[in-house]
């Protein structure tokens, strides 16, 4: 199926598609700190700009979406138009998150990984991350 609006109209919509900030991501946040933990926000002078670093504890939490990032969950669906695109820049995305993921455990930092489609279910969302994040006190 073609797309139907201009260049222009379609420039507009993907202006909107946020990269920080998200829902999701405002959602973790909001349940970390009412676990008790403080953060900073993307730090960019560490690999990949983490969405949020827990820097006594070495950790860092990546929220990520689950069709910009390839989750395999089966709530995201790749475009029927161009799709070769779209799954090259998936996989694109998929490997840069492993070597993002790969540079900061070289540094010596946990990586927490949240997916969009976690935060639909805020208690289990909670319980898993005061799990993982008590595994990570000194």
């Known amino acids: 199926m073609a797309d139907n609006i201009t260049s222009a109209e379609r420039s507009r919509?993907?202006?909107?598609v946020r990269s920080v900030d998200t829902r999701p991501e405002r959602m973790v946040r909001s349940i970390v700190h009412r676990l008790g933990y403080r953060f900073r926000l993307h730090v960019r002078e560490l690999p990949g700009t983490p969405d949020m670093v827990l820097a006594r504890l070495r950790t860092v939490i990546e929220v990520r979406g689950c069709f910009w990032h390839g989750h395999a969950c089966g709530q995201c669906r790749i475009p029927a138009t161009?799709?070769?695109y779209w799954l090259d820049k998936i996989e694109r995305n998929r490997r840069r998150n492993a070597r993002?993921?790969?540079?900061l455990r070289r540094a010596g930092w946990s990586v927490l990984v949240v997916w969009e489609?976690?935060?639909r279910q805020p208690q289990r969302l909670s319980a898993r991350l005061a799990r993982l994040l008590a595994r990570s006190l000194p």
């Open 13 to 16: 919509v993907m202006r909107c």
């Open 82 to 84: 161009r799709r070769g």
């Open 100 to 103: 993002t993921s790969r540079a």
């Open 117 to 119: 489609c976690e935060t």
